[in-house]
Structures are given as structure tokens and as C-alpha cells.
């Protein structure tokens, strides 16, 4: 009797953990706000709509929303989270986001070096059609990221 028991709870925690991420659905808006509430910040965040997001990053066809938090520039501080239509194009836009890193951190090298080491620690997080970005001087971003998804 205890081996059946046993038997049918790891199958159910097998079973739980191998759910289809590709049907979640996450609320971007209530995602960014929660990780710009939960990290601490230098610099105060602001959401702006997104056309802005779209002059930021080089967002692939295939958006579906996205909230984003940009600081003053005074820091390279920001949040986004974006969902896409689909997994392969939020794979790009995973893409995309290193490749702002990279240019953020050329920017930011000369004209404030001092976030060069916040940029080379920001958060990419992706989980099925959905993508967080987050640059933060906070231990707790990767954690807080992922805790949205």
C-alpha cells in the first residue's frame, strides 16, 4: 500500500513538473510592476508606452505587449517584460536583448562607467512566448524575475 501511495505522488510531481510552458499566461503590465516593486533602484523608474519601447529595443514582428520602466539615464537601470505570438520570436527578441546589453555597455563605459558592472550582471529571462528584462544593482532580480513566470 505505502509503494502505491508513493508510486502516485511522484508520478503526479513528475507529471506537474513537466507542464507545457507554452500555454501560461502571464500579465506583462502586473509582471514589471511587480519586479520594479520588488528590487530596489538608484535611480526612479517611470513606465512609459510602448512606442517608446519600440524606438529602445529592436523588437522582432509578433508583439503582443510589453511594459517597460526606464530610469532617468541617470543609471542604465530598467525593466520590460514582452510576449510574443510565439516561442521562436521571443527567442529573437532574447537575442535582441544581449545584443543591447553589449551596446549599453559600450555607452555607459564612457559616460558612467560606474553601471558597466550593473549591465554585465542584467537579468534575460524567457519562459515560452514571454521575455523579462531587468538591469538592476540588486542581488535579488534574478530571483524576482523568474518569480513572475
Known sequence: MKRIII?????????????????QQVDVASA?????????WDDELALVDDQVASSVYSIPDGLEDVALYLSSGATAEEVAVFS????????EMEQN????????????SDYVPDEVPRLESAVIYRSGRY??????????AQKEVEAQF
Do not use: H, P, W, Y
Not at 521575455?131 to 535579488?140: I, L, P, R, Y
Open 97 to 108: 536583448l544581449k545584443s543591447r546589453i553589449d551596446s549599453q555597455i559600450a555607452g555607459f
Open 84 to 91: 510574443f505570438s510565439s516561442e521562436d520570436k521571443a527567442k
Open 7 to 23: 508510486f502516485v505522488l511522484l508520478t503526479g510531481m513528475l507529471l506537474f513538473s513537466c507542464q507545457d510552458q507554452s500555454n
Open 32 to 40: 514589471a510592476e511587480n519586479i520594479v516593486s520588488a528590487l530596489a
Open 131 to 140: 521575455v523579462a528584462f531587468c538591469v538592476s544593482g540588486d542581488e535579488n
